[in-house]
């Protein structure tokens, strides 16, 4: 891995000063990756196809195992595909080894020499490639002034915080000045407060060196805060893909609206709402019968009303400026957001409901959203 991680930092270009570097879009087209032989087990990655603009943040986001890193490090090189054809900056890469595909990577381990200083650490790629050293020197000083690591070249990463260690794996990839940089969860090692800390600096320093970035998490938080475009992943494939903003408000499938919004979005079987189906059932996708549907609404659109559904309440999370009720309707967990400090206790009956603008239709036996 350390090796591995060496060879990608050490991508960029030598011919083209600083600033002048091209943008790249990546293109992924019907990519798939089997392991071994065995047709039995389904592929790892399975005809993937997405294209993510020059100079924006992509987030590929999806639960453990789905094929976001896999994903990842076939666009770096460090897994070879399957099927399909990857293109960077218009350029066929599929069969390009990975020094020469443009792109640096940070890791989610931070991969540094335990006995080279920070600044041997971030120039290593280009010592290796023969840059001179006054280029060497140039690059080295300009990110760690980026960073805030000018005062801690000459530390060791042992004498480093888990914050300043991953600005030194930054720095790294900085350096080789690639107009495209792949990250692999690389925040997943530090406590909360860093890692908003750290999610805000990537951004600013994606959004200040325009670079085109494609930055793995299974984090929803981090994907909806940092990034121009979600890849939500589900089994190798694609689930979603859009602007943040377009998965919360329009989850194209049960898994989509779940998967994204803390708490997930409430889905409840349409023949579960009792009284409450009448009113909307008005507004219900035409040619879908009641047992066909299932409703999607989020906690925060929900509310405590006397003309609702009955539901009883299992438990109350007060979070400060407002409250999770954790409720039943029937046997469908539900849960309602409201502000303040409402005054219930677990056990207590109540009743739930929400407009009809605030509901999402969705089909009952495959999950996929109706329009």
């Not at 350029?91 to 020499?113: E, G, H, I, N, W």
């Not at 023969?130 to 020197?137: D, I, V």
């Not at 495209?180 to 925040?187: I, R």
């Not at 009448?278 to 019968?289: I, K, N, V, W």
Request: glycine share 8%; aromatic share 4%; net charge positive.
């Amino acid at each position: 891995m350390r090796a591995a991680a060496y060879m990608i930092v050490t991508s960029g270009r030598q011919d083209l000063a600083h600033g002048e570097e091209p943008l790249a879009e990546v293109e992924l087209r019907s990519v798939s990756k089997r392991w071994g032989e065995d047709r039995a087990v389904g592929p790892a990655v399975d005809h993937v196809s997405f294209s993510v603009r020059e100079a924006t943040l992509a987030a590929l986001l999806g639960p453990s195992g789905c094929g976001k890193s896999t994903t990842l490090r076939l666009v770096a090189g460090l897994e070879t595909v399957t099927s399909g054809s990857i293109l960077i900056g218009g350029r066929d890469v599929t069969s390009v080894p990975p020094a020469r595909r443009k792109v640096s990577m940070v890791f989610q381990s931070y991969a540094l020499f335990p006995h080279l200083s920070v600044a041997e650490n971030i120039v290593f790629g280009l010592k290796v490639r023969g840059l001179p050293s006054p280029e060497r020197a140039q690059r080295l000083h300009r990110a760690a002034d980026l960073l805030g690591l000018a005062k801690l070249l000459d530390r060791k990463p042992s004498q480093l915080s888990g914050g300043q260690q991953q600005r030194v794996a930054l720095g790294r990839a900085i350096v080789a000045e690639a107009p495209v940089c792949l990250m692999d969860e690389p925040l997943s090692n530090l406590d909360a407060q860093l890692r908003v800390e750290m999610r805000r600096e990537i951004r600013a320093l994606q959004q200040r060196l325009g670079m085109t970035m494609l930055y793995v998490t299974h984090d929803q938080l981090e994907a909806m805060t940092m990034a121009d475009q979600v890849l939500l992943m589900r089994q190798g494939s694609i689930e979603q893909d859009g602007p943040p903003c377009e998965l919360y408000d329009r989850p194209a499938s049960v898994f989509t609206a779940r998967f994204i919004g803390t708490p997930p979005m409430n889905v409840v079987p349409a023949t579960a709402l009792g009284p409450l189906w009448q009113g909307l059932a008005r507004a219900a996708p035409p040619g879908h019968g009641r047992d066909a549907l299932s409703i999607g609404v989020r906690a925060e659109l929900a509310r405590l009303d006397s003309c609702g559904v009955e539901a009883k309440v299992l438990a109350i999370e007060y979070l400060g400026a407002d409250t999770l009720i954790d409720t039943r309707i029937g046997e469908v967990p539900f849960v309602v957001r409201m502000p303040g400090r409402p005054r219930l206790v677990s056990g207590q009956n109540v009743a739930i409901a929400w407009d009809v603008s605030a509901t999402h239709w969705f089909d009952a036996h495959t999950g996929r959203r109706i329009a």
